[in-house]
């Protein structure tokens, strides 16, 4: 009867701190799974920017990059020195554009997104290299349309066609500003939000 009473109260605690753990495991669950659907939210916010992962948008890149050659092989056999300037120009822009999105697809379509932890690590991937395009690349392809369009006005100098191009130049140095903004702002803190929630999944592993 006293080795009964004495044995009562370590049973106690032990449903009390199994019922402790228990109610911590579902809290990191509940935590976890509400981080996931918050990602989701984002990457969603964030595809209809940046699309990836559909081969059609790589097709229609790869079909505006052969355009831009075809216009400089023509620019080159009449001879007009625009019609190249802007040629090459759209050559540049429309293929290193297609590459960087074949090489996102690429790199993301290795993992599987059937689990939270692939799907966590894909968009993980993805936001890395969008933020290196914004960061680079882009401001190299401002840089190329705007050194294009000052050349064309330089040689052939239109009242009319020099405000076009300024206000053209003036809008590409609003998106830049936009872009950096948005890596501040949206793609750094869900790359952030990416590295939480995978940390959170393996320790729950």
């Given at each position: 009867m006293y080795a009964n009473e004495s044995?009562?109260?370590e049973n106690n605690d032990d449903l009390q701190k199994l019922w402790q753990q228990s109610?911590?495991?579902?809290?990191?669950?509940?935590?976890?799974?509400?981080?996931?659907?918050?990602?989701?939210?984002?990457?969603?916010?964030?595809?209809y920017i940046f699309p990836s992962g559909k081969w059609s948008?790589?097709?229609?890149?790869?079909f505006m990059a052969v355009r831009g050659t075809v216009r400089l092989f023509n620019g080159i056999e009449i001879g007009d020195?625009?019609?190249?300037?802007?040629?090459?120009?759209?050559?540049?822009?429309?293929?290193?554009?297609?590459?960087?999105?074949?090489?996102?697809?690429?790199?993301?379509?290795?993992?599987?997104?059937?689990?939270?932890r692939g799907y966590c690590r894909k968009q993980l991937?993805?936001?890395?290299?969008?933020?290196?395009?914004?960061?680079?690349?882009?401001?190299?392809?401002?840089?190329i349309l705007t050194l294009a369009l000052l050349l064309s006005m330089w040689l052939d100098f239109r009242v009319w066609w020099a405000l076009f191009y300024c206000c053209c130049i003036g809008l590409g140095v609003y998106m830049e500003i936009l872009n950096q903004s948005l890596v501040k702002e949206k793609l750094l803190p869900l790359r952030n939000k990416l590295e939480s929630a995978l940390q959170q999944l393996n320790e729950k592993a």
């Open positions: 044995q009562k109260p109610i911590h495991n579902d809290s990191i669950k509940l935590k976890a799974g509400q981080m996931i659907l918050d990602i989701k939210k984002e990457v969603q916010r964030i595809e948008v790589d097709l229609v890149l790869i020195t625009n019609k190249i300037i802007f040629a090459v120009a759209d050559m540049i822009f429309w293929s290193l554009l297609a590459v960087r999105q074949i090489i996102v697809d690429i790199n993301t379509s290795r993992f599987n997104e059937n689990n939270e991937e993805r936001i890395r290299l969008q933020i290196m395009y914004i960061r680079y690349l882009s401001p190299f392809l401002t840089t």
